[in-house]
Every structure is written in structure tokens, then in C-alpha cells.
């Protein structure tokens, strides 16, 4: 039997899944990563490589052990991270990225991880230039992403610093440490990093020397882009290291496999296969959206296999500490306020776009660990021996019946929450709007927490739909919602969603590993592919971009069948609202959108008085 990896860093835990062919997790470790937050400063989050690859490195030797299988029986390796920024020196050392006198030293804290909102002045720089690249983020570029996280390092560390920096987003950092290959994801470069790939427009591709100019970053141009991987075509600038003007699409074979080093540090076969890595919300895509479902107490019934094609009306909500929305299209469509799109993201041909909320599941605890009655919950949970929701949702069952109803949308129907208490990723694309609560009373008990907690959920959903109501606007067709990540198991949000949105919500087989999965799928692509291409130049791997660009043509759809073969059935939970609740919900939606035209006038109004 032949076992595939995947590496799956999130924002606070670094993942290890060893599964087989046919999909089945065999073994899984999970480690906790550091993050180093400012106390004078809650837009800074930091992290360390050096952190996450000695996490990375004991969940790889605990899956191996846990599951007694050999290291030689691993096939190949799949990986996915957050898009945060890694910031290295040529010999793969770290430099901080701390403010201060620590900035552009040796140091480990050297991610900028992507809920940092510091770089809010260089994203409102680069959104002032008008360039083309604004075209495929959406129209805005968000301060999460790497550029103006790079332009703030630039601005804030010594020039002879600066040079010196080589940047990464997490997942083609993660490949360079266990391959020394420089070679770049396209999703990656496509998604987070200004890079227009080949024939996404006659206007420009690559790298757009005009933009970096107007940004400030002419360093870049001159130095030949060596701090981002390189030209494409070009040979990377005092580096011997393979592959370094390559960009690969989604899995393909990187370098030739574990270095020595790497092997022997994870307890692996040296040349193991792998893949070029994706962002973490596209592994959780790769991992949901060819799945086949039933309907609930049908298991048997299953839906017929998808194909390719059938990707294009499929949504992945990757929903976590944050919610990734997530479609792909065989053109490209402009949806304002979501990213994208993205031309080769994940398969050459096909466009992906990005609607996002920057903080759900944060949201959601949040408002539960800030109320008076927290302490009262968690007393309750404990001597109960439950989890907190569960309490709460208890708690919200004795509120139906002292109201008489059945509804908890007519229960909370005049207490509104608007959820951008970190800003506005997708439609807005506004990291400067906040959140608002309207309905509130002099109670600070734990139904008030209870009825708070079940309007965040509801304000989640109405987002949501504004994000889909967008996205159809302009060219997509939505027929399900493929949701993954740690929300998947609040059944009350997922119906929420499907009742809101009026869409059906598709539910993984395992919703919690769906990201981790989707990085070993990966993992096999890579071994296939590196197999053929063993057999046809004898391991030197890709030399030039012609022969990966060949190669992705030759190849097709082949990641796309076995993310149908690896894919194990899922459960489909169709909207239920009664027609009652439907129509509250349509009316919280309206108010929903009210509710942002009111901040955006009000802080005109303030912002016209303090002239």
C-alpha cells in the first residue's frame, strides 16, 4: 500500500496526516506553533520557520510511529500554509521582521503572518497607483497580502538590510527548506505576490515593473525580482539552487525531492517526492470539491461523480479562524471587492476567485469570551461536563420555550450584528470598517450571552450571502457549498448558511482534515508525476518554463481525478428555514447591507468635521 503526506500549517498549529490512495486517514499529529503578538500593537502577529519546521518535523515522526508504517511505504509529500510573509537571507537564514532595532537582524520571529494588519498605509500607497495588477485582487489590494507587507520591511529597515532579504509566502518557503529548491507555486505568486501569469492579459505578465516603480520597490526591478524567486526565463541571481525562475502550478514534482538534510530531520526517504505547495485555503479546496454526497439517512444514494467541468459551480468555504470562499471558472471573471482572478491557481486554464471574511471563528469566540457571563459558561460546561456551545445551545432552547416559539431568528429578530470587527476582506475590501451591534438592553446575563452568540452566527451567514450575491453578480453560478475547517461542526452555523444563502451546504466526510488531506493529494500528484518524469530525463526534474508549462498542458485533469478517487462521500444539508424565517432573514439581510451604507456615511461625517 502506497501512503502520501500532507503538511498542513495553519495559523496556530502545524498538521501531519499520513492517507492512503484511496483516501483513508491513517494517522494524524498536530503540534502548536508560537505567535508573538505586540502588547502596544493589536495589528501585529509574528512567527517563527524555525518554530513551524521543528513542529512540522516531530507531527511527521509521531504519525510515522503512531501508525507503525515505514518511511520507505511514503510516496510523496503534499504542503500547504497560511499566506504569510517568511523572510530569509540567501543562506536560508532568518531576519526578524520586528519593529524596531531588531528589524532586518538575524532573528527568528521572521513571519508576518497574514492576520498582521501593519502594512495599512502601504496598501492605501499601492491602491493609489491604478496599476493592472489592482485588476486581478479584486481592484484593491489588501494589506494581508505580501507586497505591502514587503513595502513596510523596506520602510522600516536599514536599505543594506533590505537587500539582503529573500521573500516567501509560507508555502514555497516550506518547500525551498525541505527541497533547496527556489521554485514558486503559481498559487502563491498569483494569489498573494503581484504575479500576473502568461496570458491573463496582452498588457502584462510576470512581474509588472511599472508597479513595483510606483510602489517604492524599484529595488526589485533592478535586482532582477532575485528577492522573489526571479525573472521567469532568467537564472536566479547568486543562487545555485534548482529551479529558481520556475513557477509550477498546484503539486507539480519540486527540485528533486528531499534534500538529505530535510529527510533526515523529518525521518524520511531522501528524494521523496514534492508537490509545489498551495495556500491553505486551496489545499481545503482540493479537498472538499470533488467529493460525492448523500442525503441524510441515505447513504447509499450517492450523487454521480463530478467532473472538472462541474468544478465551476461548486464553492469551497474553508472557514476556520477565518472563512475562505472559494470558486474556479475556465475564464476569468471580475468580481469587485473579491480576489482574483486568478489565472493558474490551482489547474493551468482556470481562473479562481476569493471572497474571504477576515475573522469568523475568531469572531465567534470573541463574543463569547468578552461577555460578563463567560465565567459562568465555562463553570457550567465544567460541572456539566459539555462544551460551551452546547451549553449555549441549551440555554437557547429554555429561551424558545419561556418565549414560545420555535425560531431562534424570531427570538434574536431585533438585535442585529454587523461582524467587521477586523475589517473587511471581501466585498468591501475595506480593512478600516469595524463592527456594530444595535438591540442592545441593561442585561448581562447568560441568555444575553446565549442570544448574542446565535446573532454572530447569523451575521457570519448574512456575510456570506453578500459575498455569493457578488460573485453571482458577475458571472458565477453557485449550485453548493462545500464547507470545511473547524465551523464545519457547528451544525447551527452550517444551517444558518444554507437557510441564509438559500444554497445547499455540502459536508466532507472528515471536515476537520478536508486542508490536510487536500495537501496529501498533492503528495500523489507529485509521486505520479515525478515517476513519468523520472522515466522520460532520468530525475533531473523541470530545467526550463517550457517544459513545466508542457507538462501542466500534458497532464490535464489528472490532479482533478484523483481528488475524486482520494475524495470520500460526503452529506448534503438543504435549506430548511420555514417561510416565516425566511422572510426575518431576507429583512436582517437588508438591514445587514443597511448597516454598512450607515458606517460608511458616518465616518464621512466624521471624518468631514475633523478637517
Known amino acids: 500500500m502506497a501512503y502520501y ?29 508560537q505567535t508573538w503578538r505586540s502588547p502596544t500593537d493589536a495589528r501585529i502577529f509574528e ?23 515505514d518511511k520507505s511505504a511514503i510516496k510523496g ?3 500547504d500554509a497560511t499566506c504569510s510573509l517568511a523572510v530569509i537571507d540567501a543562506d536560508g537564514n532568518p531576519i526578524c521582521v520586528t519593529s524596531g532595532d531588531q528589524c532586518g537582524q538575524y532573528g527568528d520571529r521572521n513571519i508576518v503572518l497574514w492576520a498582521d494588519h501593519r502594512a495599512e498605509d502601504e496598501a492605501g500607497l499601492i491602491n493609489q497607483t491604478g496599476s493592472v495588477v489592482l485588476d486581478y485582487v479584486g481592484g484593491k489590494m489588501s494589506l494581508e497580502m505580501e507586497i505591502p507587507k514587503i513595502l513596510w520591511l523596506k520602510n522600516h529597515m536599514p536599505p543594506e538590510k533590505f537587500s539582503k532579504c529573500i521573500f516567501f509566502d509560507l508555502p514555497d518557503y516550506l518547500t525551498y527548506r525541505i527541497t533547496s529548491s527556489f521554485a514558486r507555486s503559481s498559487c502563491s505568486l498569483v494569489c498573494k505576490c503581484s504575479y500576473i501569469p502568461p496570458g491573463a492579459t496582452p498588457a502584462t505578465q510576470g512581474w509588472n515593473s511599472d508597479f513595483f516603480k510606483a510602489t517604492g520597490l524599484d529595488t526589485m526591478v533592478e535586482n532582477g525580482y532575485s528577492q522573489l524567486g526571479g525573472a521567469l526565463g532568467e537564472a536566479l541571481a547568486g543562487s545555485q539552487c534548482a529551479q529558481g525562475n520556475l513557477v509550477l502550478t498546484a503539486g507539480l514534482p519540486v527540485g528533486r525531492g528531499l534534500t538529505k538534510e530535510a529527510a533526515e530531520r523529518l525521518g524520511l526517504v531522501e528524494g521523496t517526492p514534492v508537490g509545489s505547495g498551495v495556500i491553505d485555503a486551496y489545499a481545503g479546496w482540493i479537498g472538499t470539491i470533488a467529493a460525492r454526497y448523500a442525503t441524510p439517512g441515505q447513504p447509499n444514494q450517492l450523487s454521480p461523480t463530478p467532473t472538472l467541468e462541474e468544478s465551476q459551480t461548486r464553492l469551497a468555504a474553508v472557514a476556520g479562524t477565518s472563512t475562505c470562499h472559494l470558486i474556479q471558472a475556465p475564464e476569468g471573471k471580475f468580481v469587485p471587492g473579491v480576489w482574483g482572478p486568478y489565472k493558474n491557481a490551482l489547474f493551468p486554464g482556470w481562473w479562481m476567485n476569493e471572497g474571504g471574511q477576515s475573522s469568523t471563528g475568531q ?52 438585535l442585529h450584528l454587523y461582524p467587521d470587527l477586523h475589517g473587511n476582506r471581501s466585498p468591501l475590501a475595506d480593512s478600516t470598517m469595524r463592527g456594530s451591534i444595535v438591540g442592545l438592553s441593561l442585561d448581562s446575563s447568560l441568555g444575553d450571552l446565549a442570544r448574542k452568540f446565535n446573532v454572530t452566527l447569523e451575521a457570519i451567514a448574512l456575510q456570506t450571502r453578500h459575498i455569493l450575491d457578488e460573485m453571482q453578480a458577475h458571472g458565477h453560478h453557485i449550485e453548493g457549498i462545500y464547507i470545511s475547517g473547524g465551523q464545519a461542526k457547528n451544525a447551527p452555523l452550517v444551517q444558518l448558511l444554507a437557510d441564509v444563502c438559500n444554497t445547499p451546504i455540502i459536508l ?4 476537520a482534515a478536508a486542508v490536510v488531506l487536500g495537501a496529501a493529494m498533492l503528495g500523489r500528484f507529485a509521486h505520479e508525476m515525478a515517476e513519468d518524469l523520472t522515466l522520460r530525463d532520468k530525475g533531473q526534474g523541470f530545467q526550463t518554463q517550457q517544459e513545466v508549462d508542457e507538462e501542466s498542458q500534458r497532464i490535464g485533469s489528472r490532479l482533478w481525478d484523483i481528488m475524486a478517487e482520494m475524495s470520500l462521500p460526503g452529506t448534503i444539508i438543504s435549506p430548511a428555514a420555514s417561510d416565516s424565517d425566511s422572510k426575518l432573514l431576507d429583512a436582517k439581510y437588508r438591514i445587514f447591507r443597511e448597516a454598512i451604507e450607515i458606517q460608511t456615511r458616518w465616518r464621512a461625517t466624521m471624518e468631514a468635521a475633523s478637517q
Do not use: W
Open 47 to 69: 512567527q517563527s520557520t524555525t518554530d513551524i519546521f521543528a513542529a512540522i518535523c516531530s507531527c511527521v515522526q509521531a504519525a510515522l510511529s503512531s501508525a507503525n508504517i
Open 5 to 33: 503526506l500532507g503538511i498542513d500549517v495553519g495559523t496556530g498549529s502545524a498538521r501531519v496526516a499520513l492517507v492512503s490512495s484511496d483516501g483513508v486517514l491513517v494517522a494524524s499529529h498536530t503540534h502548536d506553533i
Open 77 to 79: 509529500i503534499g504542503i
Open 363 to 414: 469572531l465567534i469566540d470573541f463574543m463569547i469570551t468578552t461577555h460578563p457571563a463567560y465565567s459562568e459558561l465555562q463553570e457550567i460546561a465544567k460541572k456539566e461536563n459539555k462544551s460551551i456551545h452546547t451549553v449555549l445551545a441549551d440555554v437557547l432552547d429554555r429561551l424558545l420555550l419561556e418565549a414560545g416559539t420555535s425560531s431562534l431568528t424570531r427570538l434574536t429578530k431585533d
Open 508 to 511: 466532507p466526510n472528515n471536515h
